[in-house]
């Protein structure tokens, strides 16, 4: 089992609506979860991040963490064809090595149709 | 302007050939990584450094080679590369660790 899952997609949406990305995972040691945007051919950019449980709100987008149930989502609302990329969650925690691991999920790639 | 700069940014090369790519970063981070990024398989961790000196192996570390002599550069080493590192690559720094922040990429092929 990895240790982060994402369904790659692709996820078409029409503009305007609401799209909802989701990722799993098994490490209860995790802290961190991060979102990232990757758009053809650039390297990701960061676009949010949580400290564990709760929600966090940034203009369109907003980011859920469940950690009793190993669940993070990326809300976008209103969306648009520019947000039409890849999106990649990511997680970090601190392990017993004191070790800060960072596992990528493989990415949701999300096509907004005007 | 803050960012991650790596070169070249497209390479060809043979199998046997050492090559290095470079990354430098202008935000002070003491966090550096480099990752390939593969079909399928994400973005997955070469190695990382915490500090001038200090690095550590990532998930997939075979045939490759890090030095971080200064703060702001940590290049990539492949001393002899072959077909199965053709690949994208992504240098990043960080702050704390766990955000990133990432370099536009260099794209390897190995023949």
């Known amino acids: 089992q990895k240790e982060v899952e994402q369904d790659p997609g692709p996820l078409s949406v029409p503009e305007g609506a609401i799209v909802s990305l989701n990722c799993t995972y098994s490490?209860?040691?995790?802290?961190?979860f991060m979102w990232y945007r990757q758009y053809s051919r650039k390297g990701p950019e960061l676009l949010m991040y949580?400290?564990?449980?709760g929600n966090k709100e940034d203009g369109r987008f907003t980011a859920q963490v469940d950690k009793s149930s190993k669940y993070i989502s990326l809300f976008i609302r209103d969306s648009q064809p520019s947000d039409s990329a890849t999106y990649l969650c990511?997680?970090?925690?601190?392990?017993?090595?004191?070790?800060?691991?960072?596992?990528f999920g493989t990415g949701t790639r999300l096509l907004v149709s005007p | 302007e803050a960012q991650v700069t790596q070169n070249p940014r497209y390479l060809i090369t043979v199998t046997g050939k050492k090559l290095t790519v470079t990354c430098s970063q202008n935000?002070?981070?003491?966090?550096m990584s480099w990752y390939r990024q593969d079909p399928g398989l994400g973005l997955r961790q070469i190695y990382y450094?915490?500090?001038?000196?200090?690095?550590d192996k990532g998930d997939v570390p075979e045939g490759y080679k890090v030095s971080r002599k200064e703060k702001r550069n940590f290049p990539l080493i492949l001393e002899s590369p072959s077909p199965n590192q053709t690949s994208l690559y992504f240098c990043?720094?960080?702050?704390?660790?766990?955000?990133?922040?990432f370099g536009p990429g260099t794209r390897l092929t190995v023949t």
């Open positions: 990043a720094s960080s702050l704390r660790g766990y955000e990133q922040y």
């Open positions: 490490n209860s040691a995790f802290q961190y």
């Open positions: 949580t400290y564990s449980s």
């Open positions: 990511a997680m970090s925690g601190r392990m017993n090595t004191g070790f800060q691991k960072l596992v």
């Open positions: 935000m002070n981070h003491e966090y």
């Open positions: 450094s915490m500090n001038v000196e200090v690095t």
